[in-house]
């Protein structure tokens, strides 16, 4: 097909040939079991919010759930959907990761001491990581 360019310089296109492509990424991460769930779940929305229409997936909300009840701890899942560019999905994981991290830290929430070593191994930090025998 060959279209003028007197044509295109006044028409809108639209490639829709290939769609944005996107993964779904999944951070799971234990808390203690006094914090309520509510404020793990405002802070998560609060934390994530800027990061949606640039990394995160406008159209797809992340999504949040208490995947298991332990005695002291609440372990949580929460999906993300995010566009991949050019690189892997790491480089995304890394910048949610830290985001929560840092998130969770101003909102005075810790991580169980397990999820604390693999969210920083998940975020790229390598000073300071123990890695659990």
Do not use: C
């Amino acid at each position: 097909m060959t279209i003028p360019n007197s044509i295109l310089a006044q028409a809108t296109v639209v490639n829709r040939s290939r769609p944005n492509r996107w993964t779904e990424i999944t951070v799971t991460f234990d808390v203690d079991a006094d914090v309520p769930v509510r404020k793990v779940e405002e802070t998560i929305q609060s934390a994530l919010a800027p990061l949606i229409g640039s990394v995160l997936v406008p159209d797809r909300k992340p999504n949040l759930r208490a995947a298991q009840i332990h005695e002291r701890d609440i372990r949580y899942r929460v999906n993300v959907y995010a566009t991949l560019g050019p690189n892997s999905e790491a480089p995304i994981r890394s910048r949610v990761v830290q985001t929560l991290q840092e998130a969770f830290a101003a909102a005075g929430i810790e991580f169980s001491s397990t999820s604390q070593t693999v969210l920083k191994v998940l975020a790229g930090a390598t000073e300071g990581v123990r890695h659990p025998n």
